[in-house]
T-cell receptor
Framework: EAGVVQSPRYKIIEKKQPVAFWCNPISGHNTLYWYLQNLGQGPELLIRYENEEAVDDSQLPKDRFSAERLKGVDSTLKIQPAELGDSAVYLC????????????FGPGTRLTVL | KQEVTQIPAALSVPEGENLVLNCSFTDSAIYNLQWFRQDPGKGLTSLLLIQSSQREQTSGRLNASLDKSSGRSTLYIAASQPGDSATYLCAVSKVYGGSQGNLIFGKGTKLSVKP
């Protein structure tokens, strides 16, 4: 069974540029999560999807961040415009159901904003 | 607000030693607690998941315990090996409202096992 796939693995951009990250969850997993991980910290949730519905986006900075999960499968997270403080690792995870199931993480995208 | 604390932040042990990693959380209303491993530059790998009704889970040389009433969990690693070197993260799953199921992570314990 393939794991969670993310691309790109690394991205370097200049501030004020847009950037997008893509995630393909494990087949059959209804719940998809985007996390942000700063150096030396644990991941912090940005948004959670149940199928194609964003059921918790309370931690997503909506002035510059957006996300979508069309057709309830893969998902895209976008930042526009990027700021220096957005440099971090962006992790995608999926699970069969929210709450009681193990979350499986992708390798992450390391973003550097210059 | 749920807070998760992991102690120690870093640990260095000689190969073969048994060790314990600690995790504490402030709100006992959780669905479950998970232990993850993270290698440098990689994503997280789930090690053990303990449901709120359970006391412990075992997988190979790993044993995780959960004491919900006191807000504590431990991860016991037996006969440590250099390949166990990684950062170990503890996370609890929230219960309330629309955030149920969301994980709250600690900062992790960086483990180094010396040959």
């Amino acid at each position: 069974e393939a794991g969670v796939v993310q691309s790109p693995r690394y991205k370097i951009i200049e501030k004020k540029q847009p950037v997008a990250f893509w995630c393909n969850p494990i087949s059959g997993h209804n719940t998809l999560y985007w996390y942000l991980q700063n150096l030396g910290q644990g991941p912090e949730l940005l948004i959670r999807y149940e199928n194609e519905e964003a059921v918790d986006d309370s931690q997503l900075p909506k002035d510059r961040f957006s996300a979508e999960r069309l057709k309830g499968v893969d998902s895209t997270l976008k930042i526009q415009p990027a700021e220096l403080g957005d440099s971090a690792v962006y992790l995608c995870a999926s699970s069969r159901e929210a709450g009681t199931d193990t979350q499986y993480f992708g390798p992450g995208t390391r973003l550097t904003v210059l | 607000k749920q807070e998760v604390t992991q102690i120690p932040a870093a640990l260095s042990v000689p190969e073969g030693e048994n060790l314990v990693l600690n995790c504490s959380f402030t709100d006992s209303a959780i669905y479950n607690l998970q232990w993850f491993r993270q290698d440098p530059g990689k994503g997280l790998t789930s090690l053990l998941l303990i449901q709120s009704s359970q006391r412990e889970q075992t997988s190979g040389r790993l044993n995780a315990s959960l004491d919900k009433s006191s807000g504590r969990s431990t991860l016991y690693i037996a006969a440590s090996q250099p390949g166990d070197s990684a950062t170990y993260l503890c996370a609890v799953s929230k219960v309330y409202g629309g955030s149920q199921g969301n994980l709250i992570f600690g900062k992790g314990t960086k483990l180094s096992v010396k040959p």
